[in-house]
């Protein structure tokens, strides 16, 4: 059993792998919640899926390409602080990112902003904390 990067107690392929089969195999991004959502991205940065990175961020803020990560990042660990709906269709997730570059220890802490449209989640922005 592999672990997932999200940090849940469930293996990969149960968790955030599921969602990347999804959309590797149909182009499916079938993420039920902001927060799986958001978990599913996270564990996507730590395995380079720029793909799936870029097919879950809304249009009107998508970049048109992602970078390959820094050489030599690690990314160390997630905790989900917050997440809420707004209604049936915004949420947020507020997280705390770990990683390691050069030796030294990095935090990324986001609130992200998250819209459903046509039933599909997609994640819209975020404000560094």
């Avoid at 997440?83 to 269709?89: F, I, S, Y």
């Amino acid at each position: 059993m592999t672990p997932c990067p999200c940090g849940l107690p469930a293996a990969y392929d149960a968790c955030c792998g599921h969602w990347h089969a999804a959309f590797a195999a149909d182009g499916a991004l079938p993420a039920p919640s902001p927060e799986a959502l958001m978990r599913s991205r996270y564990s996507a940065f730590v395995l380079d899926l720029r793909d799936y990175l870029l097919a879950t961020w809304h249009p009107s803020t998508r970049p048109a390409v992602l970078d390959a990560p820094e050489p030599g990042l690690k990314w160390l660990g997630l905790t989900v602080k917050a997440a809420a709906l707004q209604d049936a269709d915004h949420g947020t997730v507020e997280f705390v990112a770990r990683s390691k570059l050069g030796g030294r220890a990095h935090r990324l802490h986001e609130l992200s902003r998250f819209v459903r449209e046509g039933g599909v989640w997609f994640y819209v922005d975020g404000d560094l904390r």
